[in-house]
């Protein structure tokens, strides 16, 4: 029976090496035995946990974010909020608890079969995409927990004028990193505008410009706003790869299919995508800014009040750390919102 590693092999067996963001495409998307077609990654017994699943103040705040943002619109008719990459629905599920609008439709854009059925156990009115092509025209408001991080990303040195190109081939049957110099760099001609000229050592997400692209052309059509939270960098640059497993950092490359591998998003990126497709900006911040601003730590205290046990009190206390500490996801993590062109500003940011 064919797997993950026998697909990439026979490619490379062919061709002689392949490029690192082909490797993690195949290795997350091959549409019988990729990651995020067959796995079930999310919670204690997958591969990692995200910030919905750690503390209900995360979706709740978001959902007062958004709540404040329809307020500012007046919006009387239909709209929709969707939730790109869902996870298990817990992050839209606490979000719906929030929102007090009779004109509200809850959208998943997901392609995991296994977290589809379980979105529909959160949010059982909900509707399901593969594409956002496919969501009706309705003023929306886009939300991407993670989800930037996921594309698949190209990986370069540079030394002078020189530019070499990150790939995979084989020794002695194991995946092992080569470079290959680019001979043609024409598709390096606007890196300029969010990779350091110092960079010796950067990399590009393939996928972002399509998405930012999709999503600005969505809402510059049909109104609305869009917020990500994602793990990453502005003015910087490195080797960001990485991988996990069971709750683990494995090889990036040793268990494709088997672990979710993933990349820190360039925010510089971001914002040079906002302007470039014609949308407004804010951010990014950091996250433990971001919740504080939104009353993360009103929201805590009158959950503590219902609670009569203070091992309860103490766990959401923790779990709220773990979102904004210092030394947890606070600073790492950084949240950004692109919104059509108006003069309503979103809270949260400066």
Same mark, same amino acid.
């Given at each position: 029976?064919?797997?993950?590693?026998?697909?990439?092999?026979?490619?490379?067996?062919?061709?002689?090496?392949?490029?690192?963001?082909?490797?993690?495409?195949?290795?997350?998307?091959?549409?019988?035995?990729?990651?995020?077609?067959?796995?079930?990654?999310?919670?204690?017994?997958?591969?990692?946990?995200?910030?919905?699943?750690?503390?209900?103040?995360?979706?709740?705040?978001?959902?007062?974010?958004?709540?404040?943002?329809?307020?500012?619109?007046?919006?009387?008719?239909?709209?929709?909020?969707?939730?790109?990459?869902?996870?298990?629905?817990?992050?839209?599920?606490?979000?719906?608890?929030?929102?007090?609008?009779?004109?509200?439709?809850?959208?998943?854009?997901?392609?995991?079969?296994?977290?589809?059925?379980?979105?529909?156990?959160?949010?059982?009115?909900?509707?399901?995409?593969?594409?956002?092509?496919?969501?009706?025209?309705?003023?929306?408001?886009?939300?991407?927990?993670?989800?930037?991080?996921?594309?698949?990303?190209? @990986?370069?040195?540079?030394?002078?004028?020189?530019?070499?190109?990150? %790939?995979?081939?084989?020794?002695?049957?194991?995946?092992?990193?080569?470079?290959?110099?680019?001979?043609?760099?024409?598709?390096?001609?606007?890196?300029?505008?969010?990779?350091?000229?110092?960079?010796? %050592?950067?990399?590009?997400?393939?996928?972002?410009?399509?998405?930012?692209?999709?999503?600005?052309?969505?809402?510059?059509?049909?109104?609305?706003?869009?917020?990500?939270?994602?793990?990453?960098?502005?003015?910087?640059?490195?080797?960001?790869?990485?991988?996990?497993?069971?709750?683990?950092?494995?090889?990036?490359?040793?268990?494709?299919?088997?672990?979710?591998?993933?990349?820190?998003?360039?925010?510089?990126?971001?914002?040079?995508?906002?302007?470039?497709?014609?949308?407004?900006?804010?951010?990014?911040?950091?996250?433990?800014?971001?919740?504080?601003?939104?009353?993360?730590?009103?929201?805590? @205290?009158?959950?503590?009040?219902?609670?009569?046990?203070?091992?309860?009190?103490?766990?959401?206390?923790?779990?709220?750390?773990?979102?904004?500490?210092?030394?947890?996801?606070?600073?790492?993590?950084?949240?950004?919102?692109?919104?059509?062109?108006?003069?309503?500003?979103?809270?949260?940011?400066?």
């Amino acid at each position: 029976m064919k797997n993950i590693k026998d697909i990439i092999k026979e490619n490379i067996k062919k061709r002689g090496e392949i490029s690192l963001s082909e490797f993690i495409d195949i290795a997350m998307n091959e549409p019988n035995y990729g990651y995020y077609i067959k796995q079930k990654p999310i919670g204690s017994k997958g591969d990692f946990i995200t910030a919905p699943e750690i503390s209900q103040i995360f979706g709740e705040i978001i959902g007062i974010w958004i709540q404040d943002y329809i307020q500012k619109l007046s919006l009387n008719k239909d709209f929709q909020i969707i939730d790109l990459g869902g996870g298990r629905g817990t992050l839209l599920k606490d979000i719906s608890k929030v929102i007090n609008n009779k004109n509200v439709n809850y959208i998943f854009i997901d392609i995991n079969s296994n977290l589809i059925e379980e979105q529909r156990k959160s949010i059982p009115n909900c509707k399901h995409f593969k594409n956002i092509s496919e969501i009706p025209n309705q003023p929306s408001i886009f939300v991407g927990n993670e989800f930037l991080d996921v594309f698949p990303i190209k @990986q370069f040195k540079r030394k002078g004028d020189v530019f070499e190109e990150v %790939f995979i081939t084989l020794k002695n049957d194991n995946f092992i990193f080569c470079t290959k110099k680019l001979e043609d760099i024409s598709s390096l001609q606007d890196i300029n505008n969010y990779i350091p000229k110092e960079a010796d %050592f950067f990399e590009i997400n393939t996928k972002i410009e399509e998405k930012i692209s999709e999503i600005a052309k969505f809402i510059n059509n049909n109104g609305g706003i869009s917020l990500f939270i994602d793990y990453g960098y502005t003015n910087s640059y490195g080797n960001s790869l990485q991988a996990i497993k069971k709750h683990k950092f494995v090889d990036p490359i040793s268990f494709p299919g088997e672990s979710d591998i993933t990349s820190h998003v360039n925010f510089s990126h971001i914002i040079y995508l906002a302007k470039k497709y014609n949308l407004n900006y804010f951010g990014p911040v950091p996250q433990r800014d971001f919740f504080l601003r939104m009353g993360a730590k009103l929201r805590l @205290q009158s959950l503590k009040e219902t609670l009569k046990n203070n091992k309860d009190k103490k766990n959401l206390e923790n779990d709220l750390n773990r979102i904004i500490g210092k030394e947890e996801m606070g600073l790492l993590f950084k949240v950004i919102s692109l919104s059509e062109k108006n003069k309503l500003i979103p809270e949260g940011f400066d």
